[in-house]
């Protein structure tokens, strides 16, 4: 394992489907953060656990938006009747204690 | 959480040493002061993080005064590839960017 890994790297669905994404992170990290960037911005915070724990989820952008850790291992983060303005790119990272955070390569999501 | 302003946007040139100044003056006792570097349609990277004084690594250096209201992250003779947004992050947690500074360095 040499990083963080996300599936699908790309995502095309139609408004209004859900969507579900994988994040596998560095195997010793106990810290998991899912972000959503869209163009020109910075990523912007959604969730985190710590282990099997989310320990913030208050930023989610809706109740249509979910994650889920659930051994404390990889992630999932699912997307309920999607709009258009979810169209983004989501990227997962991983830290142990928080100190240094590694990110995923992302998954862009298109909603047509 | 503390807020960070940093210029949007900065130029140099090939060689050139860059300092990028990140402002937060609400930074709370515990916070970490933490740079991140990223390229087009790849995830955010960490450059280096610092409590006071300064910190040095292979890529960057990170000068914090002591009254820690503000950071400046030191690139030493840029190139080409450090062409990216780059990212101050000011926290425990330290996971909340903000809008980072686009540097551009030119030939």
């Known amino acids: 394992d040499t990083g963080v890994s996300q599936n699908p790297r790309h995502k095309i669905t139609k408004r209004g489907q859900n969507v579900t994404f994988r994040c596998d992170p560095i195997?010793?990290?106990?810290?998991l953060y899912w972000y959503r960037q869209t163009l020109g911005q910075g990523p912007e915070f959604l969730t985190y656990?710590?282990?099997?724990?989310?320990?913030?989820k208050s930023r989610l952008l809706s109740d249509r938006f979910s994650a889920e850790r659930p051994k404390g291992s990889f992630s999932t983060l699912e997307i309920q009747r999607t709009e258009q303005g979810d169209s983004a790119m989501y990227l997962c990272?991983?830290?142990?204690?928080?100190?240094?955070?590694?990110f995923g390569q992302g998954t862009r999501l298109t909603v047509v | 959480l503390a807020k960070t302003t940093q210029p949007i946007s900065m130029d140099s040139y090939e060689g050139q040493e860059v300092n990028i100044t990140c402002s937060h003056n609400?930074?709370?006792?515990?916070?970490?002061i933490t740079w991140y570097q990223q390229f087009p349609s790849q995830g955010p990277r960490f450059i280096i993080q610092g409590y006071k004084t300064k910190v040095t690594n292979e890529v960057a250096s990170l000068f914090i005064p002591a009254d820690r209201k503000s950071s400046t992250l030191s690139l030493p003779r840029v190139s080409l590839s450090d062409t990216a947004v780059y990212y101050c992050l000011v926290g425990v947690q330290n996971f909340v960017f903000g809008p980072g500074t686009r540097l551009s360095v030119l030939p």
């Open positions: 656990f710590q282990n099997e724990a989310q320990l913030e």
């Open positions: 609400n930074i709370a006792t515990n916070d970490y």
């Open positions: 990272a991983s830290s142990h204690q928080g100190i240094e955070a590694f």
């Open positions: 195997s010793e990290h106990n810290r």
